[in-house]
């Protein structure tokens, strides 16, 4: 048969952003596929090497759209570790608390991106409105529905308001009694099943060799997760499991996701109850304008949404940055492991693989 | 037991090893010695390579290859296990001349890493296959991600200067 090159993108379901791919397909078989991101690099990196290290944190929340919270969180790491600031212990519970609020927004939005893909729009629909009452939570807490900045070196910009959690616990309650409705209408039915099982599938010696992380590894039954091997923040004060998969198919890893998000929603409950009730929530820092931090390099690390989220920076010992170098989870996912799951597979699978793998496109590009 | 510092500085020569980090390990090295102790780690456990990334240091005339590796623990694992969690790898290359070896005999996805520091600073990695431009869609004399190129005159000459605001209310006139 003869052999054609199919442009796919760089408008498609199957990605939350703008990103290629160019298929090699033989009938409908995709016989080589080739991405092609660079649609939204909007050069970050450099231009953080030209603001001062305050300033930077409108720019690291804008490299994930979906979740920016933990970018806010491995840059404050980042500058945390270079300038030696330690979190007071009432400010580390809050950023945990924090970004598995941020976790859970974005696996719901993971949750709409695939379901508004397959066509079960009523998923869609709840994924976004649940998604919603989180984004109410955060506007409640720091002013902002989508881009927060509201970490920083040191802590947080500001305590929980009063009665903060209980709205919070509440909201979750409202979104868990949702968990069984969901169960039913999309991740258990049969519909669903048929078109992800058995369908891009990573097994887990090819996900080690081309270095997956997150649910991709999950997914193939490695409980690989930063928040257990190196624990940062409170998350070495609570307990919690890391859901585990074994068979690497489409519907392995968005299981995966599922069961990580109501893990997210326990720890909430047991952080909340372990956190300190007084107590300062932020270090004191130099002023930002003036705030030079000593010369050497450091590489922290956070479990992101969608997994090992890494971040390599260099002080010159100036006011600003030398070098910023973001290692993002989508970055393995979408360029190497999703050129190797989609080999094999039908040009009708191929949004469908591709939004399992869990690829925010800006998050390539930076 | 012997711990890994010492058992790398024995059977290499010439590295540079900082551990005050309790689970960090900064390691400077020729540049001749990066691929040999990259396949040492990776027999020893440190089986994923986090990524590769590079730094110009202009002033002294060099870039500076970074190579992350840590090892692939299960939560089930105990993690005790493997003394130090990562293993940052530092070499020096010429800015004149810069090329250097591919790592992706060793480790695969180092693939894009590579790509993208051939784009962005202009090195060339011998023995990669494919070191065709990845994000960028124009063509630069200088590399965009090195230091000496400078943002504000390329704008300006490629878009246009963006007239004032006061330009441009006499431009309405």
Redesign the interface.
């Known amino acids: 048969m003869r052999e054609l090159e199919l442009y796919y993108g760089p408008q498609h379901l199957g990605m939350v952003g703008n990103f290629s791919i160019t298929l090699q397909v033989e009938g409908d078989r995709i016989v080589k596929a080739s991405a092609n991101?660079?649609y939204l690099?909007r050069?970050f990196?450099?231009?953080m090497e030209?603001r001062t290290w305050m300033q930077n944190f409108p720019l690291v929340c804008r490299i994930n759209v979906v979740e920016p919270d933990h970018m806010e969180l491995i840059y404050a790491m980042g500058v945390e570790k270079l300038a030696g600031i330690e979190v007071p212990e009432r400010g580390k519970y809050v950023r945990s608390i924090y970004c598995e609020m941020a976790r859970v927004a974005s696996h719901l939005f993971g949750a709409w991106a695939y379901a508004n893909m397959l066509g079960f729009d009523t998923v869609a629909h709840w994924a976004m409105y649940h998604r919603d009452l989180l984004l109410d939570m955060f506007e409640e807490l720091t002013g902002a529905r989508v881009y927060h900045i509201y970490l920083r070196p040191g802590g947080v910009r500001r305590d929980f308001p009063d009665g903060f959690t209980d709205r919070l616990v509440e909201t979750l309650h409202k979104i868990g009694g949702k968990v069984p409705d969901y169960n039913a209408t999309f991740f258990e039915n049969s519909l669903f099943r048929k078109r992800a099982e058995c369908v891009g599938i990573v097994n887990r010696e090819e996900a080690?060799?081309?270095?997956a992380v997150g649910h991709t590894?999950k997914a193939t039954g490695?409980?690989?997760?930063i928040r257990?091997?190196?624990p940062y923040d409170a998350y070495d004060q609570i307990d919690f499991d890391?859901h585990t998969r074994e068979k690497g198919d489409a519907y392995s890893r968005l299981l995966a996701i599922r069961d990580e998000m109501i893990e997210s929603v326990h720890m909430i409950f047991k952080l909340i109850d372990k956190m300190p009730a007084q107590g300062e929530v932020c270090t004191k820092t130099p002023n930002p304008f003036k705030w030079t931090i000593p010369a050497g390099?450091a590489?922290v690390?956070c479990e992101s949404s969608r997994g090992?989220l890494?971040l390599?920076m260099?002080s010159d010992g100036g006011s600003k940055p030398?070098?910023v170098?973001f290692?993002t989870p989508s970055?393995?996912h979408g360029?190497?492991v999703l050129e190797k799951a989609l080999e094999g597979e039908s040009i009708s699978d191929v949004g469908n693989i591709m939004i399992s793998l869990y690829v925010v496109a800006p998050e390539i590009?930076r | 037991m012997v711990s890994l510092k010492e058992k790398l500085l024995s059977d290499f020569e010439g590295l540079k090893i900082d551990d005050r980090e309790a689970d960090r390990l900064f390691i400077d090295t020729q540049k001749e010695a990066v691929l040999s102790l990259l396949s040492y780690l990776k027999k020893a456990g440190y089986n994923h390579l986090a990524m590769v990334s590079c730094t110009d240091w202009i002033d002294e005339g060099k870039f500076e290859l970074v190579y992350i590796v840590n090892a692939y623990l299960s939560g089930d694992q105990v993690f005790g296990k493997k003394e130090k969690k990562c293993i940052v790898i530092r070499t020096k290359i010429s800015r004149q001349s810069a090329r250097f070896m591919t790592v992706m005999e060793i480790f695969e996805n180092a693939e894009p890493y590579e790509r993208e520091m051939h784009e962005m600073f202009g090195i060339d990695f011998e023995g990669h296959p494919r070191l065709t431009p990845l994000m960028l869609e124009r063509d630069y004399k200088i590399p965009p991600f090195r230091k000496d190129f400078d943002t504000l005159n390329y704008v300006n000459n490629t878009f246009g200067k963006i007239p004032s605001i006061e330009q441009r209310k006499e431009g309405l006139k």
């Open positions: 991101p660079g690099h050069g990196e450099k231009l030209q080690l060799r081309m270095g590894l490695m409980a690989y997760d257990k091997i190196e890391i390099d590489y690390r090992e890494g390599y260099v030398y070098r170098h290692n970055y393995n360029l190497t590009d």
